[in-house]
């Protein structure tokens, strides 16, 4: 009687134990199985740390003087970016660099995502020499990487575990591209005069629609793309008018590609069945939190905290940079990138932000999307 009574028990707990199992797997396939990353120094995690003659690194103090164990990584910022909070909300680690040789020997770490971004990296192949010197990896070479030799090596080590459609189909491929192509027109009169910045800003969306359609081609379904900021405001281009005003000729152009993109993600939504997108206005909330910072918990604006002159701007965050304390409330680390605080903050626009920032859906419902 004793013995019947606890294998009944038994069997109750196992039961439960396999509904509550099948319940955590069954929450967990609804989420984000993988993010993959693409784009430029805004989310580099430290591929250009392995690209040998490439002067776009920041694997030196004090970048990283915020990171756990004030650590460089190769990150441009203080602490993390915002291809790590980015991760966070999906509920999974930061996708490791692609180019890192320890991961390419453990493709196993490559199982929650990759990150392919390049500091320096354009659409264009020539924008500052990305393809030419190898100072960066474009845009299209990183989704020659993702699809020559990621995919094959993904599916083989996803198979045994997912089905491998779904498993793609619920990643989340995250674009964070342009502000180099921009920043490069505004540096070559030859290029101003030979094209109208209009028109360097429908191509540069062209082509960036030409590589979102191969990562479609080759399994993503859920797409982050994140325009351009006001690019015109960051410290680099402010120093033009010794910080008194914004560049806005180098804004209007922003806006033109965000423009631009808006259109090729509608274009690619109605074109490419079970496609969905989240698009990212960040030269809106750039516009936002520089016109009331104090809301968004920062002071300073317009300077740099890491750099030397006027702004911070005028000598780059180089190892005898000198950098300020109160780095959470700055918007810039240096003369180019935001801080850690500053990603934390467009990524919570991201995450869970107004379609007035972010839409048609935000990435909260992009992942939760089938
Ligand atoms: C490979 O990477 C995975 C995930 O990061 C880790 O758990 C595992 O220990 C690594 N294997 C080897 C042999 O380093
Ligand atoms: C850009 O570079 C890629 C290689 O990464 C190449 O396949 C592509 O044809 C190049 N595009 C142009 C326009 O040169
Ligand atoms: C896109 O996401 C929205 C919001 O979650 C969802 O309602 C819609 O069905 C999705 N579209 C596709 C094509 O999956």
Known sequence: MGRYRSIRGST??????MLSTVVVYESKKRGVTAVFVFGDSLVDVGNNNYIPFSIAKANFPPNGIDFPGRVPTG??????????????????PSSPPFLSPENQRNM??????????????????????NDILGQSISLSRQVDYYVHHVRGDLIRLVQPYHDVRTYLSRSVFAVVIGSNDLLHYFRRSDLRRRTSIQRYASSMAAKLKEQLERLYDNGAR?????????????????????????????????????????TTMEELKAQLHGMNYSFFDSYKAMHDISNDPILYGFREIKAGCCGLGKLRAEIPCVPFATYCTDREHHLFWDMYHPTQQASRVFVDFIFDG????VFPINLKQLVSAP
Do not use: M, Q, W
């Not at 441009?76 to 999974?92: I, Q, R």
């Open 108 to 129: 196993s770490s490559f199982f929650a995502g990759v990150n392919f971004a390049s500091g320096g990296a354009g659409i264009f192949n020539g924008t500052y020499h």
């Open 12 to 17: 109750f707990l196992c039961i439960i134990y």
């Open 75 to 92: 990150r441009f910022s203080n602490g993390l970016n915002a291809a790590d909070f980015l991760a966070e909300k999906a509920g999974l």
């Open 354 to 357: 107004s379609p007035d920032y």
């Open 222 to 262: 859920k797409f982050l793309a994140v325009g351009t900021g006001e690019i015109g405001c960051i410290p680099a281009r402010r120093l033009k008018f010794r910080g008194a005003k914004c560049d806005e000729e180098a804004n209007h152009g922003s806006l033109a590609f965000n423009e631009a993109l808006k």
